[in-house]
């Protein structure tokens, strides 16, 4: 966080988001739904209410995963941004999308009921060291060919598109 709040969006910078304030709710969740909304193990995120949330670029599209709940993404290159429970005060920004997500501290887990057994005992596994030092080759590459949006606001920006003509 700076002193103008939270900024944030997508991998292809079509969508990007101003916060001023952020709840006391950073969490994971583990349960299904997640898990098949981010493609991952869990969904990190933190609840921002609608008066403290602005997107400052693009809109996100919406599918509406229960007659409850609408999980926010990017229609152009698929990055999940949020989960917004319908009628709720707020919607709960993922913290990957967050310029500096090492700034929002994760502070209790939920939906355990689907907690992959391999997450139980995480810190044990062998970490295997830094993607740039497993393949310092293929990251000069990536960082030479990458079309990510940078983790910050840009005064104008083109996302990168992989669709043919």
């Known amino acids: 966080m700076n002193d103008n709040g939270f900024t944030g969006g997508c991998q292809c910078?079509?969508?990007?988001?101003?916060?001023?304030?952020?709840?006391?709710?950073?969490?994971?969740?583990?349960?299904?739904?997640?898990?098949?909304?981010?493609?991952?193990?869990?969904?990190s995120l933190v609840g921002v209410r609608h008066q403290h949330l602005t997107w400052t670029r693009g809109t996100p599209s919406n599918f509406?995963?229960?007659?409850?709940?609408?999980?926010?993404?990017?229609?152009?290159?698929?990055?999940p941004l949020y989960y917004q429970y319908l009628g709720g005060?707020?919607?709960?920004?993922?913290?990957?999308?967050?310029?500096?997500?090492h700034n929002i501290e994760i502070l209790y887990q939920?939906?355990?009921?689907?907690?992959?057994?391999?997450?139980?005992?995480?810190?044990?596994?062998?970490?295997?060291?830094?993607?740039?030092a497993a393949d310092p080759e293929g990251t000069v590459v990536i960082r030479r060919t990458n079309h990510q949006h940078p983790d910050?606001?840009?005064?104008?920006?083109?996302?990168?598109?992989t669709e043919q003509n």
């Not at 349960?31 to 869990?42: D, E």
């Open 152 to 161: 910050h606001d840009t005064d104008s920006w083109t996302p990168y598109s």
């Open 89 to 101: 005060p707020h919607v709960s920004i993922a913290i990957g999308a967050f310029d500096e997500p």
């Open 110 to 132: 939920m939906g355990i009921e689907g907690k992959h057994p391999s997450l139980f005992h995480l810190n044990d596994i062998e970490e295997t060291g830094t993607t740039e």
């Open 64 to 79: 509406r995963s229960s007659d409850h709940v609408n999980r926010g993404f990017c229609n152009h290159c698929g990055t």
């Open 13 to 43: 910078g079509a969508v990007r988001f101003h916060a001023t304030e952020l709840r006391d709710n950073p969490h994971v969740c583990y349960c299904r739904m997640c898990q098949k909304a981010t493609g991952s193990l869990f969904a």
